[in-house]
């Protein structure tokens, strides 16, 4: 059995005009393929393709769109009475609300109107397809197409495979969302799929540095856009989508995994759940908003009236990235301890204690400096717990006369960037191991579904697959927490030198 989606009579059938539903529909249509909106409440259809509508004549007006273009889209949306009108429909995608009893109906009614060799596809976000094709006679048929909000600006598509969806299912599946001009990877059918289970590491891993008293929110925030190039730090994104909706979701996949700790959720997060602090939505979640919505950002920056300090000790004066950092300030670079200059050094994946102790350093004057990303930006610093605070903002004195931000943090292995880079490309190199989805799609998926910078693999490859790797291996060891233990699918890129974008 197969289904050719370039046919020119293709109909697909969208069931459920909220937002999402309305986008598929607009998106189906604007790849010249006829899409028939139904919708429980009376009126509902016509009221979406009158918004689709207005929309697309906005961006005439815009100049993005001619008047030929609406015309065509509207001449491929059409409206549905009932469920019966949708059986000629050659593929039924359901965009209805997340609750399995109401899927499981929907596709028990839809069997029976649909012909044999019509596709089933649900846009769930959480429910497992084989939990909604459960019941049905035909369960090969039935596959997942996660589209993102919202669908039109959205380019991802994830096609989730279930264990029962026939591969010719995948195969046009796939052709259909390049026709819709999205961007489809194919999925195993896990819990989160790919996106919302990938991007589950900057989350929980900005929670943990948070819950360990390391840092706070704007720090973390800060750290990972300015250094990491991310637009948003674990904090804010988590404010923008709601508390209501992550956190749920957190759960979801930490017990769907069946409690692996790599995926832990943070009782600090189901604090602000249970308060109701769902972040912007509610004027107030990890941060306070303004009357016009406005985050209120009580800052990242260290801000020291020390004077500079004069000399420092170097320890590795081969690292060219800290010396550089030196060069220009007339600042003398000692290569033995004077017993007085703050000593600066530059771990991977320890804290600066651990640091200080196998160096045999002066954990009072030891300064712990990380080089990870853009420098020029924001660095982060950190001191052992009994340092010398003066000697410490001397040399973030010196650091800042270069003219970056300097953000001070409690002393931590791996610092933030670190860690969390580093948690983020593990659990993409696991995906890719376990067969969620290629290496290739696990980095597509998180650049277009979280506008990530780079996707988790090729960001273990910007952080260096052996220093990646090196990271996790130095954490597990310190905090004898089993959440850092490396990917096989890492490990072995890392002792063999390869990208971690290689496939097996």
Same mark, same amino acid.
């Given at each position: ?26 998106? %189906? ?75 499981? @109906? ?134 923008? %989508? ?38 912007? @939505?509610? =004027? ?7 009357? @016009? ?60 204690? %651990? ?47 270069? =003219? ?74 310190? %905090? ?25």
């Amino acid at each position: 059995m197969t289904l050719d989606v370039n046919r020119p009579d293709l109909t697909v059938g969208v069931v459920g005009t909220g937002a999402m539903g309305r986008g598929i529909a607009q998106v %189906t249509a604007q790849g010249g393929i006829k899409a028939i909106m139904f919708d429980a409440a009376a009126g509902g259809a016509a009221k979406a393709k009158a918004a689709i509508l207005d929309t697309l004549k906005g961006l005439v007006t815009k100049g993005r769109l001619t008047d030929a273009d609406v015309a065509k889209t509207d001449a491929n949306l059409g409206i549905a009475e009932s469920l019966s009108d949708l059986k000629g429909c050659h593929v039924v995608i359901e965009a209805v609300f997340e609750n399995l009893e109401v899927k499981q @109906k929907l596709f028990g009614e839809l069997e029976a109107v649909v012909a044999p060799a019509a596709i089933l596809a649900s846009n769930t976000s959480s429910i497992r397809i084989a939990s909604i094709a459960h019941a049905l006679k035909h369960r090969e048929r039935v596959c997942g197409m996660h589209y993102f909000n919202p669908v039109p600006l959205m380019k991802l598509v994830e096609v989730i495979r279930a264990a029962d969806t026939a591969q010719w299912v995948v195969a046009a599946m796939t052709a259909l969302g390049q026709r819709q001009t999205r961007v489809p990877v194919v999925v195993g059918d896990t819990p989160g799929f790919l996106v919302n289970l990938g991007g589950t590491a900057i989350g929980t891993e900005g929670l943990r540095i948070m819950q360990e008293g390391r840092a706070s929110p704007s720090q973390v925030d800060a750290v990972m856009r300015d250094t990491c190039g991310f637009r948003m730090g674990p904090f804010e994104l988590m404010d923008l %989508t709601g508390i209501d909706v992550n956190f749920p979701a957190r759960k979801i996949i930490y017990e769907g995994f069946f409690h692996d700790r790599r995926m832990t959720p943070s009782p600090y997060h189901e604090s602000l759940y249970a308060a109701g602090r769902l972040g912007r @939505k509610t =004027g107030g979640g990890w941060y306070a908003y303004d009357s @016009k919505g406005a985050k209120i950002d009580p800052g990242a920056d260290h801000v020291t009236s020390a004077a500079p300090a004069a000399s420092v000790v170097v320890m590795d004066p081969h690292n060219t990235k800290l010396t550089g950092l030196l060069a220009g300030d007339g600042v003398r670079m000692l290569g033995a301890d004077d017993g007085e200059s703050p000593i600066l050094v530059a771990p991977i994946g320890k804290d600066c204690t %651990t640091a200080a102790i196998e160096l045999d350093l002066d954990p009072r004057r030891t300064v712990a400096v990380d080089l990870t990303g853009d420098t020029g930006k924001r660095l982060t610093v950190m001191a052992a717990p009994n340092a010398d605070r003066a000697v410490r903002d001397a040399a973030v004195a010196l650091l800042a006369k270069s =003219g970056t931000k300097v953000t001070v943090i409690k002393d931590s292995p791996g610092f933030i960037a670190q860690r969390m880079c580093a948690m983020i490309a593990n659990l993409g190199c696991e995906m890719a191991m376990i067969g969620i989805a290629s290496a290739q799609d696990v980095d597509t998926a998180m650049t277009l579904g979280l506008n990530y910078p780079r996707g988790p693999l090729a960001l273990a490859d910007w952080l260096g697959v052996k220093e990646c790797h090196e990271i996790l291996v130095q954490m597990q060891a310190i %905090t004898g927490d089993d959440r850092y233990r490396p990917s096989q699918w890492l490990r072995r890129r890392a002792q063999l030198g390869l990208s971690a974008t290689l496939p097996d």
